[in-house]
């Protein structure tokens, strides 16, 4: 299995400032016949499904505001949130749809410092 | 737009059956690959299967030996069956959709999830 690890597990962060959340794989996402990272992001609130932010790693699904960004290829990505708002608090999961099983990071609590 | 609705009972007792449907709604099941994941209370997410409408399958290794999934495209609906449940199954499950019409795709769409207890 691809082992989906992030960091930190919280953070806190004031209204306005940047959120960063690291997501690393176990192995490499990448697949070089189409250059896609089969990774996405999930943001979920409490007591919601997760809801779908970026997928093919840095591709914002729609709705989506352009605050939120992702960098990163390979085994390492980075989830940005440029300027925090009070409706982002919630927890974040990246998650790697390379190969089966699929597999979901433990996930970070982004809260309002 | 397409909306998912699990629904099966919310409590399972030790070593039964844990069975549940997904149905679609505003949309067909058809051309789509259709996953069924779960999370324990204050957990994380595992994704446990996911089925084509065609009706081929594909498992977690970690759960492959107690669980089936299938599909009813007439009913447009997707179920669910883990046999011989614990204390650890339960968690809330949700059904979710693929994307794009293709395997390995991010899940665009969720249900609300249902939480299951397994408790006698």
């Known amino acids: 299995d691809i082992v989906m690890t992030q960091s930190p597990d919280s953070l806190a962060v004031s209204l306005g400032e940047r959120a960063t959340i690291n997501c690393k794989s176990s192995?490499?996402?990448?697949?070089?016949?189409?250059?896609?990272?089969?990774l996405a992001w999930y943001q979920q609130k409490p007591g919601q499904p997760p809801k779908l932010l970026l997928y093919?790693?840095?591709t914002r699904e729609s709705g989506v505001p352009d605050r939120f960004s992702c960098s990163g290829s390979g085994t390492d990505f980075t989830l940005t949130i440029s300027s925090l708002q009070a409706e982002d608090v919630a927890v974040y999961y990246c998650q790697q749809y390379y190969t089966t099983p699929f597999t979901f990071g433990p996930g970070t609590k982004v809260d309002i410092k | 737009q397409v909306q998912l609705q699990e629904s099966g009972p919310g409590l399972v007792k030790p070593s039964e059956t844990l069975s549940l449907t997904c149905t679609v709604s505003g949309g067909s099941i058809s051309d789509y690959y259709w996953s069924w994941i779960r999370q324990p209370p204050g957990k994380g997410l595992e994704w446990i299967a996911y089925v084509h409408y065609s009706g081929s399958t594909n498992y977690n290794p970690s759960l492959r030996s107690r669980v089936t999934v299938s599909v009813d495209t007439s009913k447009n609906q997707f179920s669910l069956n883990l046999i011989s449940v614990t204390a650890a199954d339960t968690a809330v499950y949700y059904c979710?959709?693929?994307?794009?019409?293709?395997?390995?795709?991010?899940?665009?769409?969720w249900g609300q999830g249902t939480m299951v207890t397994v408790s006698s």
């Open positions: 979710a959709r693929d994307k794009q019409q293709l395997a390995r795709q991010a899940f665009d769409i």
């Open positions: 192995q490499s996402v990448l697949y070089s016949p189409n250059n896609k990272n089969y």
């Open positions: 093919w790693a840095s």
